[in-house]
């Protein structure tokens, strides 16, 4: 592996149904729907989550009857514990790791930007064995149920929502991906993420 690498992996997780309830605009974000798992099958088709011997599929996977998978654009989304941590010092505690949904959650010490971002990723085990890359990286640009849970579904003054969107754009609140290798993988918490261009 590269000396660049990101970090661990230490949450993996699947949302069964989708998270944005209710019909605008009175729609509202609640992440009652997320499962975490020690284990994820992924392919290009998205995330299914290894459950106690089930296999329970992610809602943004091609083949979940509700899909909200967008031509393979958010098959997958990964997330950092430094984003979080930022979101909890402007917002709260409630800004828990894992709330915004993303089905990999990496611990890394400092932001991970756009320009970092954009060649993608690559998932090694902890032996350094490579299980797979992600590619067609895209901000996950925050929605307004999602600023509005940020707020503890309080009212605010447009001007504090707008910086709110504003602040959770950018990479904040992760990046939309896909795998970017024939095939599926499984991946599960302890392996290694690295940015693609630091690949040897």
Do not use: W
């Amino acid at each position: 592996m590269s000396h660049l690498v990101l970090g661990p992996i230490v949450r993996l997780q699947i949302q069964r149904s989708a998270l944005k309830i209710g019909e605008k605009p009175q729609r509202r974000y609640d992440p009652g729907a997320i499962l975490a798992t020690d284990r994820l099958r992924v392919g290009p088709d998205g995330a299914v989550a290894l459950v106690d011997g089930q296999e329970i599929v992610d809602v943004h996977h091609r083949g979940h009857p509700a899909t909200r998978n967008h031509e393979g654009r958010n098959s997958l989304s990964v997330g950092f514990t430094s984003h979080y941590a930022a979101m909890r010092d402007r917002y709260g505690n409630h800004m828990t790791p894992g709330c915004a949904g993303e089905n990999i959650l990496v611990d890394v010490a400092r932001r991970v930007t756009p320009e970092e971002a954009r060649h993608g990723f690559v998932i090694h085990s902890e032996a350094g064995k490579r299980r797979l890359s992600l590619g067609r990286v895209s901000v996950a640009a925050p929605c307004r149920p999602f600023s509005g849970f940020a707020h503890q579904h309080e009212m605010v003054e447009p001007h504090v929502l707008k910086e709110t969107l504003q602040f959770l754009d950018g990479g904040t609140r992760g990046y939309y991906c896909s795998v970017g290798d024939a095939g599926e993988a499984v991946i599960q918490v302890g392996d290694v993420v690295a940015l693609a261009e630091t690949e040897k």
